[in-house]
């Protein structure tokens, strides 16, 4: 049920806009939270501050932990060690439905019996609240998240995209300190699950609250988050704002799983600063952007290059790398070109497609090249 982790404590605010002074998000700090499953190990002594009013979310594949741990941080699975504590206090031990946290589900689990707005007041009848101060709390939910004129509708009579906007309404009608969501637009087709991307990113900034977000989809995370954890066998393998996870993925596991890339075996020439001159498979000799790591010349390493950043160039370019076209993949806007180079190294493009430009065609020699700013050194 979408309302069980927020079923009891305190009712928060007076308004969808009860932010005056700043946010209403709690703090939530997760201290060796360790948990197994018999012999497999779920979650892996993770350490993790969520910052007051923060949307974060939790990335990563089937199996890394992700939703696990959100388990964990809502009350529903008992951890093994290691503490949770929200604004100080801790609720290791503590019932989910005293945690006082909304929880949205992906499956919407509203109450076919009822109404839209008694599915919406149901967590506030739990709680005690007043008739009257439950209806004017309703209404003005209902209305925030566009669902006014169905207030006296079934589930059953709303769509999918609806059906989920209640079961956010339910969550949040408590103005609850945190709001946790576990992969709550995987049941969508793309185009809902982008508009409900935006009205959710639009509801915490008028509302402040902490909300942690369980996905695997990194679009999903890239748009809507704060700050992306990224979880791989129950462990946070990198931590940061969506464009630093994007642009210098820590790893080649994140650099794969955030976003398309390529990646390029090489060796290290030279290193100046935070340029690297590297020397791939295929003898091609290219720099790349090296802020960190102990990288010296001889050490082999992967070298990432977005495919968005590699351009189609004139032959005799400078620096170009010659190749040829395998295929090109029509995207709407955007046009992939796979290519192949004479090592049988392969290289992703990606480009505009503007309609009345030439497309390459399979087995097409052509030239690529990129600036030293657009690769990274990702392991």
């Known amino acids: 049920m979408a309302t069980s982790a927020s079923a009891a404590g305190p009712v928060h605010g007076n308004s969808p806009g009860a932010r005056a002074g700043g946010s209403i998000g709690s703090e939530i700090l997760i201290q060796g ?10 979650i892996d002594g993770i350490d993790l501050a969520i910052r007051p009013g923060e949307f974060l979310t939790l990335l990563g594949p089937s ?13 529903f699975q008992p951890a093994d060690a290691g503490d949770i504590r929200v604004d100080g206090r801790s ?55 566009r669902l006014g004129g169905l207030a006296g509708r079934l589930p059953s009579e709303l769509s999918g995209g609806q059906q989920q906007r209640v079961a956010i309404a339910r969550a949040i009608v408590r103005r609850p300190r945190v709001v946790l969501m576990d992969e709550p637009l995987s049941a969508l087709d793309r185009r809902l699950r982008e508009t409900i991307q935006l ?27 704060d700050r992306v954890a990224v979880l791989d066998h129950g462990r946070i393998v990198q ?9 210098t993925p820590g790893s080649a596991f994140v650099a794969r799983f955030v976003g398309e890339s390529n990646l390029v075996e090489a060796t290290v020439d030279a290193r100046d600063g ?11 000799a290219f720099a790349a952007h090296a802020p960190s790591g102990a990288w010296r010349p001889g050490d082999a390493v992967t070298a990432l290059v977005r495919p968005e950043r590699i351009a189609l160039v004139p032959a005799g370019t400078p620096g170009a790398l010659a190749a040829v076209v395998e295929g090109t993949v029509f995207l709407g806007e955007i046009l992939r070109i796979d290519t192949v180079l004479p090592s049988g190294e392969r290289l992703q493009v990606r480009r505009l497609d503007t309609g009345d430009a030439e497309r390459p065609a399979p087995g097409q020699p052509v030239h690529l090249a990129w600036q030293a700013r657009d690769a990274w050194i990702a392991a």
């Not at 939270?33 to 779920?42: E, I, P």
């Not at 931590?239 to 642009?247: F, N, S, V």
């Not at 340029?275 to 295929?282: F, K």
């Open 33 to 42: 939270l360790s948990l197994r499953f018999g012999d497999v190990v779920a």
């Open 63 to 75: 199996g890394s932990g992700k939703s696990t741990l959100l388990a964990a941080i809502a009350g």
């Open 91 to 145: 609720v290791r031990g503590l019932p989910a439905h005293r945690r006082g946290f909304g929880m949205v589900f992906q499956q919407y689990a509203l109450f076919p019996q009822m109404t839209v707005a008694q599915n919406v007041a149901f967590p506030l009848r739990m709680a005690g609240l007043g008739r009257t101060a439950s209806q004017r709390r309703v209404a003005e939910t209902l209305d925030l998240l």
């Open 199 to 225: 009205e959710i990113r639009a509801l915490h900034r008028a509302l402040g609250t902490t909300i942690v977000f369980v996905t695997h989809d990194q679009g999903e995370a890239l748009a809507l988050s």
């Open 239 to 247: 931590l940061g704002t969506p464009d630093a996870l994007y642009r």
């Open 274 to 284: 935070d340029t690297a001159r590297l020397r791939s498979r295929s003898g091609h």
